[in-house]
């Protein structure tokens, strides 16, 4: 049953090594408690998968997603940056306790001014020896 079910999925999924990772991957959703989208008929989970992608009740791009999701580790996540820099406080305010510190909030553009303001530092007849 398996190579018929193989012949029927090369026209959905044309390279057979894409077609081996999204049947088993599909394969381990189900033997992890995936509901299966065609009757059983006493067959093993990969030919289950591979009669899925071949009765189209999933489709390849659908199941690369998720191939590709679950493979990673590490998702990058776009968020805007907050408006407000808390500002670095003093020794003195270190020393008090987490409920009692209070920061002030300054924009993103009252720090580039800021920083626009500041003059690089004038070199002096000592530093040229």
Not at 23 to 44: E, T, Y
Not at 51 to 78: C, F, G, M, N, Y
Not at 109 to 120: A, S
Request: hydrophobic residues 35%; charged residues 35%.
């Amino acid at each position: 049953m398996a190579r018929v079910t193989v012949e029927d999925c090369i026209d959905k999924v044309e390279n057979r090594f894409e077609l081996v990772l999204l049947a088993s991957h599909r394969a381990r959703m189900i033997a992890s408690g995936s509901s299966i989208l065609v009757p059983r008929d006493n067959d093993k989970n990969p030919v289950v998968a591979l009669r899925e992608i071949a009765e189209e009740k999933l489709t390849p791009e659908d199941l690369k997603e998720e191939l590709i999701h679950s493979l990673q580790k590490h998702v990058e996540v776009d968020e805007p940056e907050p408006d407000t820099v808390p500002l670095l406080t003093s020794p003195s305010q270190a020393a008090t306790p987490d409920s009692e510190i209070q920061f002030d909030r300054m924009s993103e553009e009252d720090l580039l001014r800021g920083l626009d303001g500041l003059v690089p530092p004038t070199e002096s007849a000592d530093d040229e020896d």
